[in-house]
């Protein structure tokens, strides 16, 4: 789900949270067919299928999705 309505700039880096109240990862986004994939630059442990990714450009939400 894109806030903007649009996907955004998938050739920029952006803070992620893939759990409630954790700290933003750096990661990339990336569509692969119709699914957008991200990449965190650390190694994330303990996400589960059905959680939420929350994709920021700084302080802003600019999206977020259900993790598969």
Same mark, same amino acid.
């Given at each position: 789900?894109?806030?903007?309505?649009?996907?955004?700039?998938? !050739?920029?880096? /952006?803070? %992620?949270?893939?759990? /409630?109240?954790? &700290?933003?990862?750096?990661?990339k986004i990336k569509k692969i067919e119709d699914v957008y994939?991200? /990449?965190? &630059?650390t190694s994330q442990t303990d996400i589960a299928s059905g959680?939420?990714?929350?994709? /920021?450009?700084?302080? %802003?939400? %600019?999206?977020?999705? %259900?993790? !598969?």
């Amino acid at each position: 789900h894109w806030i903007a309505g649009t996907p955004a700039d998938l !050739s920029r880096t /952006y803070g %992620v949270r893939f759990r /409630y109240r954790q &700290e933003k990862v750096p990661g990339k986004i990336k569509k692969i067919e119709d699914v957008y994939v991200i /990449y965190p &630059e650390t190694s994330q442990t303990d996400i589960a299928s059905g959680q939420i990714a929350v994709v /920021y450009d700084g302080n %802003v939400c %600019v999206g977020s999705g %259900v993790i !598969s």
